[in-house]
DNA sequence: AACGGGTTTCAGTAATTTCTGAAATCTTCG
DNA sequence: CGAAGATTTCAGAAATTACTGAAACCCGTT
C-alpha cells in the first residue's frame, strides 16, 4: 500500500520511539502501518511498504500476536493470512503495560524477595543496604496492588478518573495521609 | 567496596532491567550500586567493584547525574569526587518518568500534530488513517493532561490515593461517565 | 503424491551499541 | 609554574542485536 508523507513521517517515528523502548524497530514500524492501514494488510504488502525482508515480516508478525496487539483477519476470496491492528488506544495501552508488567515487574518481584531473605540470613549485608532492599520490595508492591486494582475498573470508570485529573485529591480521607494517622491529636 | 552475593544479585539483575528499558547496562548497574551502598562511592571504587573500565564509569555517572538521580557528595579529606545515589522511591520514579516524558512523549506528540496537520491538508490521507492519527493524539494528550496534574500533588496525597487503589472510583460522578451524560433520561 | 501458493525458520551478515585504554584535560597544592 | 592526582574524551575493538535470503515447511488442490 502507498504510504503518504503524513503515514510515513508516522510510521519511521513510531519505529524510533519502538527502539527506545526496546521494542525492535521493525516490529514498531509494522505495528504502526496496521493501525494505521484502512484495511487488512498482507504479510507481503508489508514487507514492499515497509522495504524490508518478507521473512522479517513473519518474524515481527508473530511477536505482534503475541502481544495480542494484532490480529489474523480472514479475507473472503483470499487465502492469503491478512493482518490487523487493534485500534482501540485503551486497549492497546494496558495489553503492552500488562505484558510488561508480567515480563519484567513481577520477576522483579521475586528476584527483591529472594534478595532480601538472602541478605536477611547472610550476616554481611550492612543493615542500610537491607532496609533499602526492602523498601523497595515495599514500594513496588504498593504500586503492584494499585495497577491491579485500578486495571480492574470499567473502561468508562477509568476515563472519569482521568477527566478529574488532580480534583480526585479531594477524597484523599485526612486520616489516610501517611504517616499523620495521630498527627491531628500532637 | 566488597558486594555480597544479595547485592551482587541485584546489580546485576537490574542491569538487566535497565537492558530492557533502553538504559544501558552500566548506567543501571552503577546506579544499583550506589543505591545500595551505605555511604558515598568514588568512581574508581565503583570500577573495581563491578569490574568495568573506569571511563566507562565516568560516562555512566555523567548520565546518572543528567538524570538526577545520582550526585556528587563531598567527602571531607578527599579530593576525589565521590558519588551517591537519591534515595526516595518516590523521588527515583518521579524523575525517571518526567524525564522520559519530556524525551519520548512530547516530542511524538509534536510530531502526531503535525502527522495530523499534513494529512489533513494532502488530500490523498485516507480518512480513516486521518482520524486515526486525531483519536490518539487526543488520548496521549489527556494521559499528558493528566499526569501534570497529578504529579503536581503532594506526596501524602499521592500516597493516599494509592493506598485507596480501586475505591476511588466511588467518586467518579455518574455524569461523567464517558459517553453517559445523557443516558439517564433514556 | 506432486504441485503451487503461502509461511516460517535459521545461519550468516550487517548494523548498532557498548566498552575499553590511551591520551588529553582539568585541578590542587607546594 | 610544574608535578601529582583525578577526571574526561574519544577512536577503535568487542559484543550485541537486527535483518536478510535461501531452504524447509505446511496445506489445500488436483
Known amino acids: 500500500m502507498r504510504l503518504t508523507p503524513a503515514m510515513e513521517r508516522y510510521v519511521l517515528h513510531w519505529g524510533e520511539m519502538g527502539a527506545r523502548w526496546s521494542v525492535n524497530r521493525s516490529v514498531a514500524q509494522i ?8 484495511r487488512p494488510l498482507t504479510a507481503e504488502e508489508i514487507a514492499d511498504t515497509l522495504a524490508i525482508a518478507r521473512s522479517n515480516v513473519s518474524m515481527s508478525l508473530k511477536e505482534l500476536l503475541a502481544w495480542g496487539l494484532v490480529q489474523r483477519t480472514p479475507v473472503r476470496g483470499d487465502r492469503r493470512d491478512h493482518f490487523e491492528a487493534l485500534r482501540d488506544n485503551w486497549e492497546i495501552l494496558t495489553r503492552i503495560v500488562e505484558e510488561r508488567k508480567k515480563r519484567e515487574i513481577d520477576p522483579t518481584l521475586s528476584i527483591l524477595r529472594a534478595c532480601a531473605m538472602e541478605a536477611a540470613a547472610d550476616g554481611q549485608t550492612a543493615a542500610e543496604t537491607r532496609q533499602r532492599i526492602e523498601g523497595l520490595l515495599e514500594f513496588l508492591e504498593t504500586l503492584s496492588l494499585w495497577y491491579d486494582q485500578v ?4 473502561r468508562p470508570v477509568l476515563v472519569g478518573l482521568m477527566r478529574m485529573g488532580g480534583r480526585v485529591a479531594r477524597f484523599v480521607p485526612r486520616a489516610r495521609v501517611a504517616g499523620k494517622r495521630r498527627a491531628r491529636g500532637g
Open 31 to 38: 505495528h504502526a502501518l496496521l493501525y494505521l492501514a484502512p
Open 151 to 154: 486495571k480492574g475498573l470499567p
